[in-house]
């Protein structure tokens, strides 16, 4: 089970948002800080955070924190 709480705060400090304002709705859609570049640091910090490494067809496509919450429950269950 992924720690939700390291999982905002961690969307939070590289989107550069409040971490109270990341609900399971959030995208890069509603974020409007979202870019590419934050998205990639934002890959590299959720490798390191949870010990994981997610490979580059699905860190093109993790978008959303609903998807995020998905391939590091499925990568940190392997």
Same mark, same amino acid.
């Given at each position: 089970? /992924? %720690?939700e709480t390291? !999982?905002?705060q961690i969307l939070a400090a590289? !989107?550069?948002v409040d971490a109270a304002a990341i609900t399971a709705d959030s995208n890069s859609d509603t974020i409007e800080s979202? %870019? &590419?570049l934050r998205h990639m640091n934002l890959v590299l910090a959720l490798e390191e955070?949870?010990?994981v &490494? /997610?490979?580059d067809e699905e860190a093109a496509n /993790?978008? &959303?924190y609903a998807l995020i919450k998905l391939v590091l429950e499925e990568l940190t269950a392997a």
């Open positions: 089970m /992924i %720690d390291a !999982l905002k590289v !989107l550069g979202w %870019d &590419s955070e949870f010990g &490494s /997610i490979p /993790i978008t &959303s």
